[in-house]
């Protein structure tokens, strides 16, 4: 569905739990700019619910790379509010429990670097679009 990120070779993934902290799971990068997909693995099916991203084109026509705390794609996964103004590193372990979920599967793709020069808003919403598209809504945690 999302075959265009196949062009981008600086990507991962790793695997959460709410057992573990987010800050030693997550091995994106944090000096790079980029997307991630967050899948649930919840009752022996996989389910697309976030996507999300690090870095934007500035006014210099640049991709900005996030510098706070751990920076780049590494520290918009951990310290990044969603449900609320919680950082994930918070939000995701309580999340999980309230789903039911077993384990997040988190994949990252670089956009910007020497080979690309994606601005990840731009991905994002593309990506967004297409699962609107395909399932008629964003993924759910999209919403909150």
Not at 18 to 45: F, T
Request: hydrophobic share 35%; charged share 25%; with cysteine.
């Amino acid at each position: 569905m999302f075959d265009e990120l196949n062009r981008y070779k600086d990507n991962g993934h790793f695997f959460f739990t709410s057992k573990v902290k987010l800050s030693e799971a997550c091995n994106a990068p944090s000096n790079q700019s980029g997307v991630y997909l967050v899948y649930a693995l919840a009752k022996g099916r996989i389910e697309l619910i976030y996507i999300g991203r690090s870095g934007k084109r500035g006014s210099d026509g640049l991709v900005s790379v996030r510098k706070a705390g751990l920076g780049g794609i590494k520290d918009r996964i951990v310290n990044g509010h969603q449900f609320g103004k919680v950082a994930r590193k918070n939000s995701w372990p309580s999340q999980i429990l309230i789903e039911d979920i077993e384990a997040l599967d988190v994949y990252w793709y670089v956009t910007d670097d020497s080979k690309n020069d994606d601005c990840p808003a731009v991905i994002e919403n593309l990506l967004l679009k297409r699962h609107l598209e395909f399932f008629g809504k964003l993924p759910r945690w999209n919403k909150i």
